[in-house]
């Protein structure tokens, strides 16, 4: 068994974030879903990033912590959009717990989370090829892979053909792609598994 931190995007913890979680746990590995919105949801982006503006990403890594203070022992972390920050923030304040990071939607260079990537924790990108948020933030992606391989960790750069930010959540037909979603799952699974 594998303990797995889940931080889901702005949007809160929405069926892609709840199927995910089903698959891990029916795999066989412990999951905390880690939500700072406290059961709220949002059907849309600008919303949403108006209410994460207005807590702000100190408050939320603070709640992340504290969220996560009673998952004792080794952990993967895995994060959507700007869950992948907090996830990447979490394994940089508990570096001898740290397993593993995934981020789905795109990472953050470890400057912008002041901290350093976990010693020999590795990393998987995953993004979609046209994802708009991606394309805003894809400049960032080398200085993360750096950040990742100068601690010694494997970086994993996965690019899905499609635009979806969220890809894998049913809930939003605008961005969902059923196939890339069911690779994702099964990727994550092997992750877990390899490095837990």
Request: charge should be negative; hydrophobic fraction near 40%.
């Amino acid at each position: 068994m594998v303990q797995v931190l889940l931080f889901p995007s702005v949007l809160g913890v929405r069926q892609g974030i709840t199927d995910l979680a089903d698959a891990l746990t029916g795999a066989g590995h412990s999951v905390t879903i880690v939500d700072h919105l406290e059961g709220v949801t949002f059907d849309d982006y600008e919303p949403a990033g108006a209410r994460s503006q207005e807590l702000g990403f100190p408050a939320q890594m603070a709640f992340a912590r504290e969220a996560t203070s009673g998952v004792t022992g080794p952990f993967v972390a895995v994060g959507f959009s700007n869950g992948a920050g907090m996830a990447q923030w979490i394994a940089a304040q508990r570096p001898d717990d740290a397993r593993g990071v995934v981020m789905v939607g795109g990472g953050l260079p470890m400057r912008f989370l002041e901290a350093t990537w976990p010693p020999d924790v590795p990393g998987q990108v995953h993004v979609t090829a046209e994802d708009p948020f991606h394309a805003e933030d894809k400049e960032f992606d080398p200085e993360l892979e750096d950040d990742v391989e100068r601690a010694g960790g494997e970086y994993t750069f996965v690019e899905y053909q499609g635009g979806g930010h969220l890809f894998n959540d049913p809930t939003l037909p605008a961005e969902y792609q059923p196939e890339e979603a069911r690779i994702l799952t099964r990727r994550i699974l092997e992750f877990v598994e390899a490095v837990g």
